[in-house]
């Protein structure tokens, strides 16, 4: 008689890539979207893959392979998929880079006006050459914060949205007094809008602060002030990095094994929430080019909707005010 073997994959854990651009519906954002059908159906047409690729780092495809894990990029995000019957120590990293794949990220999203230049830097004091990129976000699962609370809580992988600096950039997300804003132009003296009277309410959405801080070695002139250093393992083209460890000591929701190191018997789905870029909609005639309205407030630029009462804008490149070296506002210009 043959042998015969099986094995019993469970899913260890799923990130999901959301971008409100091609969520939401206008000014509604897609979680306050009331029909639940329309949601769905929202949710089952998107598709991130031609926007941005994930990969596993080399490293993490050892570690996957060690494990006989199973990593598959999906329509939402990714997913990594484990026997059932493996262990996996607490201190298990698992990371994967994001790298964009589409003009149309950077036309849609905000925060992006901020530059993710490459360094390399000479240390004359240990003789090595370091490689940064700056302004890289690192999406982990031990920084991350929730919302909600029992079966209802999501958890996101960016950190706690922070308190307002007085070097915010255009862009920036921030909570004052419990409210989420975005600053429509740079500070100091950048101007806000409010996106909620309660951040809460809202996902915690990718941000400024989610860039960590560089910590370069003694000697070391010249590295950027945050991002990540780059190596074989994480290669140039990284947009954003996620790290996940197995196990988070201050909160096991985020852990994605059991305490014996099995694969949990409902794996954690983890979300990265890119918000849709807003920008001051202005109304030009198209045959002398001279400007006829601009919308008072910024408005969210959606796939899905209107959120202004003329024409919203069709997709291509915002334009900056700048007066000086600081950015006033962002513009989306509409030839009418």
């Not at 959405?205 to 002030?225: K, R, S, T």
């Not at 083209?237 to 059991?258: K, M, P, W």
Request: aromatic content about 8%; glycine content about 6%.
């Amino acid at each position: 008689m043959a042998e015969r073997l099986t094995s019993n994959y469970r899913t260890l854990f799923d990130v999901r890539l959301l971008h409100h651009y091609w969520l939401d519906e206008g000014a509604t954002i897609f979680d306050q979207i009331a029909d639940a059908q329309k949601k769905a159906a929202r949710l089952l047409a998107y598709d991130i893959r031609p926007v941005l690729n994930v990969v596993p780092t080399a490293e993490t495809e050892t570690t996957l392979s060690a494990y006989r894990c199973l990593f598959r990029q999906t329509s939402i995000g990714f997913a990594v998929a484990a026997p059932a019957t493996a262990i996996i120590p607490a201190a298990t990293v698992c990371q994967f880079i994001v790298s964009t794949e589409s003009s149309q990220f950077y036309d849609y999203t905000s925060l992006t006006i901020r530059p993710q230049k490459v360094y390399e830097l000479f240390n004359t004091a240990d003789g090595i050459t370091y490689r940064y990129k700056e302004n890289v976000p690192v999406l982990s699962n031990l920084t991350g914060t929730t919302r909600g609370a029992g079966p209802n809580t999501a958890l996101f992988l960016s950190s706690e949205i922070p308190a307002p600096t007085s070097k915010d950039p255009v862009e920036a997300l921030v909570q004052s007094g419990g409210a989420l804003l975005q600053l429509t132009g740079d500070d100091p003296g950048g101007a806000t809008q409010q996106i909620s009277p309660t951040a809460s309410a809202l996902p915690a959405f990718v941000h400024q602060a989610d860039a960590p801080v560089i910590v370069p070695p003694a000697g070391l002139v010249g590295a950027p002030a945050r991002g990540v250093q780059l190596s074989t393992d994480i290669t140039d083209d990284v947009f954003a990095l996620i790290s996940l460890t197995a196990v988070r000591g201050d909160n096991d929701a985020f852990s994605f094994v059991d305490g014996a190191g099995a694969p949990k018997a409902k794996a954690p789905v983890y979300e990265v929430r890119f918000k849709n870029r807003s920008t001051f909609w202005t109304y030009l005639d198209a045959r002398t080019g001279t400007v006829g309205s601009t919308e008072p407030n910024p408005l969210p630029l959606t796939f899905f909707g209107n959120a202004g009462s003329k024409q919203k804008p069709s997709r291509g490149h915002v334009k900056a005010n700048v007066s000086g070296a600081q950015i006033t506002q962002l513009i989306s210009e509409i030839y009418v």
